[in-house]
């Protein structure tokens, strides 16, 4: 490999590695967070996908279309079974 | 070449071919031979994607985390325990204990979520083990999360009281890290903007750190003995806050700011190690000391006393809750858990070359001699005033410290919330929760029996490590492959760590012993302000007793229950 592209290969790394040092955690805790309102609401909304219907009526198909994308991931977040070792704190 | 020998670098160096033969040899054949990985194999990251818990990241990136995330303070702070023995035998651990058991377990642990549809240890404990033993597993956390919330809270609060001026640039990257948080997700700031004010938040801090010590050394003067007792009262009033706080304003954007001083110490460290034969640092510790130094004997405490570095049972729940599930390809389980685990073995190499560097006086029992022996290492190549590098590394230490801390507290308050049910539900409360999970640490800091509490803390952690390494044999036998790679360590983990356990509550009863039959107060493992008041000294030393036996029992009752599925796993699998 050319020195320049092994140059560039290793630049590359290193922005990764830092990215996945100072950030990735940052990251992480702010899509748990979104995600625990967000799974909230969706879990009002569509519960009756879980089989527990609450608030099925018309307003959630009219919502429907905007959160398709979620309700897969949704889902499979909510019935996967839980543990306090999920949720361990990164701390060495 | 004796000049050389007698520099931490040679050996650091040492060590790097040994892990060097570790990643390229040793993790390559386990990698090829027993687990078999195969890029084309789905893992959960895109089988259950979701782009919260699930989702594909780059090996680099989450490398760079992984070791973040594994590289705390028990690299850091082990060796100091550990040079009670002389500087070869903790060199010989970290090196021998990263090579043939530390990454074992990390990388092994990544392969099992990953093989498992990304359950974390307490469900595949459930799955493997049965549904006792999963909440054996749950209570043995809940008492370690209190004697590593001791160890903690005892060594923020000393270094406060040691170092005047620690205090007030604390509170400056607590303050920063609050207006960082706003910026980030209320303003939702740009976040190069946020880095830079990170960034001078550190070095602000810093400078208060050297020039504003003048109100903290009136205060510690003032309080004389009673001064860490005064901080940690203090710490835990900013500990409950963070506690009950919303994530985003206060224990997020603190973790964040907190990574940078963390980042830049341990390169500073690693760096100054490398460089010790250029610049005039020699080694000023004795080869080898005694087989029972005041600390205990060599077996087994020394391998608990350096818990991460060589081995930490919490990697495995860090490996299994966060990072297996975000493997992009099995291939990476190597670069990521392996990789890690040995870049955090040469950071316990570093933080050993600090105190190497210093003389056995200048250790003595005082952990605050890493600032010394980390000022010593980086000044000689970086230049600087050694005031300013005092007061960096002792922020640094305190910083990642509370960081950690602020994530334990609040990790039993959810813990608390979960297990307290029925007649004990008050217990679960966010608020009495918060209250308990500092109120019960803060007394056990205040025995001031810190390096006890170390070997109970190390103890139990790779404890841990021995019980995730033997789940990681079952699984494997399951697999009809040889176990013994993960096997081997395991035996060897929960012999030494048990024996480690049941040596330090033995300390403890003997001196409650002592205490009845004779009367003598002095045989008791407490500090002043404590030991003034023996039968409170006293009863503090009962509680580690019962603690003590705790951890053994729920330890020796784990083994059981592990043995008895890989026996049972060895049977059905022929």
Redesign the interface.
């Known amino acids: 490999m050319p020195l320049n592209r092994r140059l560039r290969a290793a630049g590359r790394w290193i922005r990764d590695f830092l990215y996945g040092a100072l950030y990735h955690q940052l990251y992480l805790d702010s899509m748990k967070y979104a995600s625990s309102y967000r799974d909230f609401i969706l879990f009002m909304l569509y519960s009756d996908l879980l089989g527990a219907p609450l608030f099925s009526n018309t307003l959630t198909l009219r919502l429907l279309p905007y959160v398709l994308g979620e309700l897969y991931g949704w889902k499979a977040r909510v019935l996967r079974e839980k543990d306090l070792t999920d949720v361990a704190p990164e701390i060495g | 070449m004796a000049d050389i020998l007698n520099t931490p670098s040679l050996w650091v160096l040492g060590a790097l071919v040994a892990y060097g033969i570790a990643y390229f040899v040793y993790s390559k054949w386990v990698d090829e031979k027993i687990w078999e990985v195969s890029p084309d194999r789905p893992t959960p990251a895109h089988m259950?994607?979701?782009?919260?818990?699930?989702f594909p990241?780059?090996r680099?990136?989450?490398?760079?985390?992984?070791?973040?995330?594994?590289?705390?303070?028990?690299?850091i702070l082990g060796p100091f325990v550990a040079i009670s023995y002389g500087w070869l035998p903790a060199l010989l651990w970290i090196i021998f204990g990263n090579m043939f058991i530390g990454w074992v377990q990390d990388y092994s642990t990544i392969m099992i979520t990953v093989r498992n549809e990304g359950?974390?240890?307490?469900?595949l404990v459930?799955q493997y083990v049965g549904e006792k033993p999963?909440s054996i597993?749950?209570g043995y956390?809940l008492f370690y999360l209190l004697i590593?919330s001791a160890v903690f809270i005892y060594l923020i609060s000393l270094f406060w009281a040691v170092f005047p001026g620690t205090f007030l640039a604390t509170l400056t990257i607590i303050v920063f890290s609050v207006i960082i948080g706003h910026l980030?997700?209320r303003l939702q700031a740009n976040?190069y903007a946020v880095?830079l004010l990170a960034i001078l938040a550190v070095i602000l801090a810093v400078v208060i750190g050297v020039k504003v010590q003048g109100p903290e050394k009136a205060i510690n003067e003032r309080l004389g003995d009673n001064a860490q007792a005064f901080w940690m009262v203090v710490l835990a009033v900013i500990l409950f806050i963070a506690s009950i706080a919303?994530?985003?304003t206060f224990i997020?954007p603190m973790?964040?700011v907190s990574?940078?001083p963390a980042?830049a110490g341990v390169a500073i460290l690693i760096i100054g190690a490398l460089v010790s034969p250029a610049v005039g640092v020699t080694l000023k510790q004795p080869t080898y000391t005694e087989f029972w130094p005041k600390i205990g004997p060599l077996f087994p405490v020394l391998f608990v006393s350096i818990a991460?570095g060589a081995i930490?049972g919490?990697?495995s729940?860090?490996s299994?809750?966060?990072t297996g599930k975000q493997l992009d390809v099995e291939t990476d389980a190597r670069p990521v858990g392996a990789g890690a685990m040995l870049t955090e073995g040469m950071l316990a190499l570093s933080a050993l070359a600090a105190y190497m560097v210093l003389s056995p006086e200048e250790v003595g029992a005082k952990i605050s001699s890493f600032v010394l022996g980390a000022t010593r290492l980086s000044s000689s190549y970086l230049g600087g005033t050694a005031a300013m590098w005092k007061a960096f590394f002792a922020l640094f230490l305190v910083i990642y410290a509370i960081t950690?801390q602020t994530?334990?507290t609040?990790?039993w308050r959810?813990?608390s919330g979960?297990?307290f049910t029925g007649g004990l539900s008050f217990l679960g409360d966010k608020y009495v929760a918060t209250f308990t999970g500092l109120v019960i640490p803060v007394l056990f800091a205040l025995s001031g029996s810190w390096w006890n509490l170390w070997i109970y803390f190390g103890g139990s952690n790779q404890l841990l490590a021995g019980l995730a390494l033997m789940l990681v044999a079952i699984i494997i036998v399951r697999m009809k492959k040889p176990p013994t790679y993960a096997l081997a360590p395991a035996v060897f983990m929960t012999i030494v760590t048990i024996s480690a356990l049941i040596w330090e509550t033995y300390v403890y009863a003997h001196g409650v012993w002592v205490y009845l039959t004779t009367g003598d107060a002095s045989v008791l493992q407490a500090k002043p302000p404590l030991s003034e008041h023996p039968t409170a000294a006293f009863a503090m030393n009962v509680v580690f007793v019962i603690v003590g036996i705790a951890l053994v029992v729920l330890g020796l009752m784990m083994t059981y229950y592990l043995v008895t599925a890989l026996s049972k796993a060895r049977q059905e699998s022929g």
Request: net charge positive.
């Open positions: 259950y994607m979701d782009g919260v818990e699930f990241v780059s680099s990136v989450l490398y760079g985390f992984q070791f973040k995330s594994v590289a705390a303070l028990g690299p359950r974390s240890m307490g469900p459930y999963r597993l749950l956390l590593i980030l997700y976040i880095t919303p994530m985003p997020t973790n964040f990574t940078f980042l991460c930490s919490w990697h729940l860090v299994t809750s966060t950690v994530l334990v609040r990790y959810v813990f979960e297990i």
